[in-house]
């Protein structure tokens, strides 16, 4: 059973920090393409980053480009979110998600990903 576990989402200040983290069972890890996407209320879902099956490829969507770093460590079956300068506008329940690719890349539409996790809220407020 294929289980995505996200943690890390928290209450931060503008021009703060955060790291998310998301761990998987159930799947072989380092054949699939991890994104993260994010949901605010009211508002669509949409894909904020993803990282390739050896973490050699990675895209961002423009609005956090040069603030949000996404890596993955295949080991420990974990990829991470790491999150500067956030903003008000960054306010979302983040979740982590993943689908098997046999080619190197990644791709930001959700249409591709195959499975889930149930996501953690960032808040950023003064």
């Known amino acids: 059973q294929v289980q995505l576990v996200e943690s890390g989402g928290d209450l931060v200040q503008p021009g703060g920090s955060l790291r998310l983290s998301c761990t998987a069972s159930g799947v072989v890890f380092d054949s699939n393409v991890i994104g993260w996407f994010r949901q605010a209320p009211g508002k669509e879902r949409e894909g904020v980053s993803c990282?390739?099956?050896?973490?050699?490829?990675?895209r961002y969507v423009e609005s956090v480009k040069g603030r949000f770093t996404i890596a993955r460590d295949n080991y420990n079956r974990r990829v991470f979110l790491q999150m500067d300068n956030l903003q008000p506008a960054d306010t979302a329940v983040y979740y982590c998600?993943?689908?098997?690719?046999?080619?190197?890349?990644?791709?930001?539409?959700?249409?591709?990903?195959?499975?889930w996790g149930q996501g953690t809220q960032v808040t950023v407020s003064s």
């Open positions: 990282i390739s099956r050896a973490g050699g490829i990675v």
């Open positions: 998600a993943a689908y098997v690719h046999d080619l190197t890349g990644c791709a930001l539409a959700e249409a591709f990903y195959q499975h």
